[in-house]
């Protein structure tokens, strides 16, 4: 079974039309990827259904905008696929998962 | 069908929010300029209004399912196939149905049937944002008393 981050970068290759290659751990989505946030919506949805999960975008754009949060905390893909299997790991132990 | 203010539904046929999709339709004009630059000899509808169409009716599911807090602006097309010509007089009727609602987006299916014939298809992502603009809420309102949206559906859970 392929990783949480080999997941999303093939989403992410697959999506935006990037290199597959191109995309390591340490990519920032939005610095070193050039990801804009109508791909990123893109990406989501795919991420979403994927996961079964539905990434709290908005609160993450709201933490980072209020500076409670850095953009790598969340579009590092390391990162992000942490954050991504935390989420799973949260769906998984809720009542009636 | 109003071309000229682009309010292209008419009316809302069925909404369920519990099963997230809902029915509208759409008179196509039996005659208006578009028809007679596209095409002369041929007129039909314009593969991008059928696109608009059916995002609009997308829209009007949403706005029923974000009980009007939120306005949804298109985003994505995806998958707009044009699968046969509407003609001018057509009454087109668009099924369009919730795939996904994320964080600050939805994602819907719709389909643009004449009689039972399927004419369209696409699946369309839009932003969900606070109504930039009061007026604009007013509208809404507005527009949603004149297709029959059922206001009563989304006032109780």
């Not at chain 2, 149905?97 to 994320?102: A, D, I, Q, R, S």
């Not at chain 2, 004449?114 to 932003?127: D, P, Q, R, W």
Request: net charge negative.
């Amino acid at each position: 079974m392929s990783s949480t981050f080999d997941q999303i970068a093939n989403i992410i290759a697959e999506t935006c039309d990037i290199p597959r290659d191109t995309i390591k751990p340490e990519s920032h989505a939005i610095d070193d990827l050039g990801i804009d946030s109508l791909d990123f919506l893109d990406i989501a949805f795919a991420i979403d259904k994927a996961f079964g999960i539905k990434m709290p975008l908005e609160k993450w754009t709201q933490e980072v905008n209020d500076g409670k949060a850095t953009t790598e905390q969340y579009f590092v893909l390391q990162n992000l696929a942490d954050r991504i299997d935390e989420l799973v790991a949260a769906k998984n132990a809720a009542p009636g998962a | 069908m109003d071309l000229d203010y682009f309010k292209l539904i008419d009316r809302v046929v069925d909404l369920n929010l519990d099963e997230k999709r809902i029915t509208v339709e759409a008179q196509v004009p039996a005659t208006h300029t578009i028809f007679e630059g596209h095409f002369p000899g041929f007129p039909t509808m314009p593969g991008v209004l059928l696109t608009e169409a059916m995002a609009q009716s997308s829209g009007w599911l949403l706005l029923g399912l974000l009980k009007f807090e939120r306005m949804p602006f298109l985003a994505i097309v995806k998958e707009a196939k044009m699968r046969g010509f509407v003609s001018p007089g057509s009454l087109l009727t668009i099924e369009a149905k919730l795939e996904h609602e994320g964080s600050g987006f939805a994602v819907t299916k719709a389909k643009g049937r004449v009689g039972k014939e399927l004419k369209c298809s696409a699946e369309i992502t839009f932003g969900l944002t606070p109504f930039p603009d009061p007026t604009m809420r007013v509208h809404m309102d507005a527009m949603a008393n004149k297709i029959g949206f059922p206001l009563q559906a989304i006032t109780h859970d």
